[in-house]
Structures are given as structure tokens and as C-alpha cells.
């Protein structure tokens, strides 16, 4: 069985939704979670939602993840698809948006979230899908709602 080839591209790219503002400190008092459905309406209607993520770092210090990923159709040339990510930054207590990669040569939507989820993991965060501390990132790749 041969594999399919394809290509992923790391640098940052912007979407129209992506404009969508996020909690300032003027806005401290409103609740994040309306900014979070804000921001998912913001979406275009060819978002395919992947799932979220809840873990936390337990580092030197810890902190709180909360990641909603997102793929999208890449109508360019260059890519046919781009994974997306709403972030819940719990040292600002704001949602970001966050541009988290490309994908050329697959087609199909389910392989190039999997592909992209899995780079984006393993080769821009560095994470060791294989142990105990990061199965929940290996379980959201072979689960993603893709």
C-alpha cells in the first residue's frame, strides 16, 4: 500500500472570520463563553468542526487548555484545506484565534484533518504521542469528528 503524499505548510495565514474581536479589558465583565459563540458564528458555513481539546500543563506552572479545532476548505492553488483553532488563553482569560496550518495533495476532508492535527502535534509542538501525558492528543486525532 503506498502512501499518499502531501504537503504542510506551518506559516501564519488570516481568514475574514478570524477578525472577530476577543475579550478586551474594557469587556472583562462579559462572560467569555458569549465571546466563544461570537467567534464560532463567525465561521464560514464550511467550517467542519473537529472537536476540543481539554487538558492542562503542569509544568512550573500550570494552565488551563481549551482548543476548538476547526478545517476549512483552502480555495487557493497552493492548498485545498487549512486547520484553524478558537484558544481559550487562561492568562488573559480571552479566546484567540490561532492559524495552526495547511494542506496540499488530499482530498478527502477526514485524511488531511488527521494529517494536519497529527504535524501540528508531533513536528510544530513537539509532543510524543505515545505517552501518557499526551494520549488525550492522539485520542482527539483518531476521533476527530472529520
Known sequence: M????????????????MDTTTLTDEEEDLF????????????P???????????????????KIEDYYYLLPWETND?????????WDDNWSQYQWES???IAGLTEHWEAARALLKALFEDRYGFDLKTKEKTCYQ?????CKA
Not at 458555513?45 to 494552565?63: F, K, M, Q, R, Y
Request: net charge negative; glycine share 4%.
Open 45 to 63: 458555513h464550511t467550517a467542519i468542526e473537529l472537536g476540543v481539546i481539554n487538558d492542562e500543563v503542569d509544568n512550573w506552572c500550570s494552565w
Open 139 to 143: 485520542h482527539f486525532i483518531d476521533n
Open 2 to 17: 503506498t502512501k499518499k503524499a502531501f504537503t504542510i505548510n506551518f506559516d501564519n495565514f488570516e481568514l475574514p472570520c
Open 79 to 87: 492548498f485545498e484545506w487549512a486547520l484553524i483553532r478558537i484558544s
Open 32 to 43: 467569555s463563553f458569549e465571546i466563544l459563540l461570537d467567534m464560532q458564528g463567525a465561521l
Open 100 to 102: 495552526c496550518g495547511r
